[in-house]
């Protein structure tokens, strides 16, 4: 089923909170719903905004969004160790946990909390705590607006990377994710390895998937502000892979610097910007309604009416800051229009 709203304003569909209009919003299911949106021809600007909770709106969007609202979640196979699931993109990811987790299903327990829906999750591949979506999902199902067929395409084909995927390029502006086929198992297979999560489990009594579901859920909720208190998206900005001589050339001068190995690149290191703009004195900054957040420098906020505009300045000066300290660049994570 399709609803339309035009002229909406768009503070509601933001975890920013930001108070811009779009021409039109489209609420989509299926496929079909797709087909027929763009049967009277594609508009000149359209984009997918689903949770809204990695975008900042800097102006109106003058063109039209489409979110996605199907909620279904089908058991495709259910064989030995494997469990296969087929989700709507409009499942709220982190339901999409609590339901894995209630029914004994190990693989995506480290993702909770994190806010959005399951459809945006291949995006970005969404990750945390030592996992990413991209280590549960196996296909990913899309309308084609080109062509107005729908397609599925195999993980392997989607080029899933750090906070990459093929979806932020290739096929930018071509798709829109319609549901997301993933792999879960029955076996244990408990990934404690990250910062502080094998304390919190052991804390609470062992490596069950409800305790570490909590645990998690209590790491995120003592450094993350809460989108429904506090405007923000999560880490505004990708933690910088630069390379090695880069990393020794930093880790030498500050010794006690976080540095992490690039998945499958030899040559380069993976720094943390939280802690790079944290040293750079930029926590806890504020200017006006928009500010670093105080415990954990990867997140701007919005403290009550600022405008994405006033965000973006911010956003411009930690970079800078960065820079200026460190001599690295940090890229934006959140989609900036
Ligand atoms: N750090 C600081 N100061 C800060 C923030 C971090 O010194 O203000 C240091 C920490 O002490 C630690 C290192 O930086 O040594 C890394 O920090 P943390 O483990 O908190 O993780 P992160 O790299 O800051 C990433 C993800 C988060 C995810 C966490 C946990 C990115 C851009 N962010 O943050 O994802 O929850 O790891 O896995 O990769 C998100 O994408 O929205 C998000 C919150």
């Known amino acids: 089923m399709i609803r339309e709203f035009h002229h909406i304003d768009l503070r509601d569909r933001n975890s920013f909170g930001v108070a811009q209009h779009a021409r039109r ?3 989509f299911e299926t496929a079909d719903d797709l087909r027929a949106i763009f049967a009277a021809g594609v508009p000149d600007r359209w984009t997918v905004l689903s949770g809204g909770n990695n975008i900042l709106f800097t102006q109106d969007y003058d063109g039209v969004l ?9 058991l495709l196979a259910d064989e030995g160790d494997e469990v296969r699931l087929r989700v709507e993109a409009g499942v709220e990811w982190d339901d999409l946990v609590a339901w894995a987790v209630e029914r004994g299903l190990w693989g995506i327990e480290n993702l909770s909390l994190i806010p959005g829906k399951a459809g945006a999750a291949p995006v970005q591949n969404i990750g945390a705590y030592g996992c990413e979506a991209s280590d549960a999902i196996r296909r990913v199902e899309m309308f084609c607006v080109g062509t107005g067929n729908r397609l599925t395409l195999d993980a392997a084909h989607c080029a899933f990377g750090y906070r990459e995927s093929v979806f932020k390029h290739e096929l930018r502006g071509k798709v829109v994710i319609t549901a997301i086929e993933i792999a879960l198992h029955r076996t244990p297979r408990p990934r404690l390895g990250y910062g502080d999560v094998e304390r919190e489990v052991e804390a ?3 490596a069950t998937l409800r305790n570490i579901r909590e645990a998690i859920c209590a790491i995120r909720r003592a450094k993350l502000p809460d989108p429904k208190v506090l405007g923000n998206a999560g880490s505004f900005f990708k933690n910088p892979v630069v390379e090695q001589a880069v990393a020794d050339r930093l880790r030498a001068e500050f010794p006690d610097m976080p540095l992490y190995p690039a ?3 030899a040559d380069r290191a993976k720094l943390a ?3 790079l703009i944290d040293r750079a004195g930029m926590k806890g900054y504020r200017e006006g309604s928009v500010g670093v957040h105080e415990r954990q420098a990867l997140v701007l906020v919005n403290f009550g009416g600022a405008t994405g505009g006033e965000v973006l300045v911010l956003a411009r000066k930690v970079q800078q800051r960065v820079r200026e300290r460190f001599g690295v ?5 959140v989609n900036i229009l």
């Open 25 to 27: 919003l489209v609420e």
């Open 66 to 74: 489409l979110t996605p609202v199907a909620r279904g979640i089908e």
């Open 204 to 206: 609470r009594g062992g």
């Open 263 to 265: 998945a499958g690149q």
């Open 273 to 275: 910007a939280g802690w």
């Open 329 to 333: 660049e940090i890229d934006t994570e």
